[in-house]
């Protein structure tokens, strides 16, 4: 795995060249929720959606209109299901959450490899969460430990008896007044060298890059792979002790860089 440094210069000038170009349409997750407006992904018409990631098969039930961002599955969440799918931690007997989890198919591939796992979304979401749980949560080759719980970012976790091993996200980066909250919950969530949080992150917009330098100062990152196609950044993070010599990279020259050339 390499750096941040490496990954953030490729990642910006990938999305600074195709919006420069033209060729970048990103698409708000902010955007009214009815058919018409579904466009480009046309994935989030159907009514049910199926999965076979991690040799098990899945079961979504999305709604569009009802739900909007948290009713469907998007891109970001089945890379980071691929991801751990491919076995790259031991999950046994870990504790697991996601946050932000809408159907949250990556926690459910962590549960099958033994972990212990609390889906997390908005209270107004969570419903989302556990209707995904009831349809599949049997016929899985290993009863599953998972549960689904409401947690609004940035407020109290005591509930949830931090830290936890690991934390996963997909795609909960797009609403830059919620880049503080976000990052907050994180850091409760988590203990310097022992728990692991892993991003799928689709950079849509220079203000995700925000996010990735708010976190850069709390967590050493290692970024596992960014698709030139996707926009999806993958990476693992660590939050720092306090003894902990920061490596803050050259991302702000990267950044100033990348600004400039969308002015």
Not at 55 to 66: I, L, S
Not at 112 to 120: D, E, K, P, R, Y
Request: aromatic share 10%; net charge neutral; glycine share 6%.
């Amino acid at each position: 795995m390499l750096r941040c440094a490496f990954w953030l210069s490729i990642a910006f000038t990938s999305v600074a060249d195709a919006a420069v170009k033209g060729d970048f349409s990103p698409v708000t997750a902010l955007t009214t929720f009815s058919s018409a407006s579904i466009g480009v992904h046309s994935n989030f018409a159907q009514g049910i959606r199926h999965f076979f990631i991690g040799g098990q098969n899945w079961t979504v039930e999305q709604d569009w209109d009802a739900d909007g961002v948290a009713g469907v599955v998007w891109q970001a969440s089945v890379v980071l299901s691929e991801h751990i799918a491919g076995k790259v931690f031991n999950f046994t007997g870990q504790r697991v959450i996601e946050l932000g989890a809408g159907a949250g198919l990556p926690g459910l591939l962590a549960a099958v490899q033994g972990a212990s796992v609390v889906l997390t979304d908005h209270r107004s979401a969570i419903h989302t969460t556990k209707r995904s749980i009831r349809l599949n949560k049997t016929n899985k080759t290993a009863p599953l430990n998972v549960s689904a719980k409401a947690l609004n970012w940035g407020s109290s976790i005591a509930s949830f008896n931090p830290p936890v091993d690991y934390v996963l996200g997909a795609d909960v980066v797009y609403l830059q007044e919620t880049f503080p909250l976000l990052l907050s919950s994180l850091q409760m969530l988590t203990e310097c060298r022992k728990s692991t949080v892993v991003l799928a992150i689709t950079i849509r917009y220079l203000r995700d890059i925000v996010f990735l330098e708010m976190f850069e100062e709390k967590f050493r990152c290692d970024w596992v792979d960014f698709d030139n196609v996707s926009h999806i950044l993958l990476l693992h993070a660590q939050k720092y002790c306090p003894e902990d010599e920061r490596e803050l990279l050259s991302c702000t020259k990267t950044l100033g860089t990348i600004r400039s050339n969308l002015s």
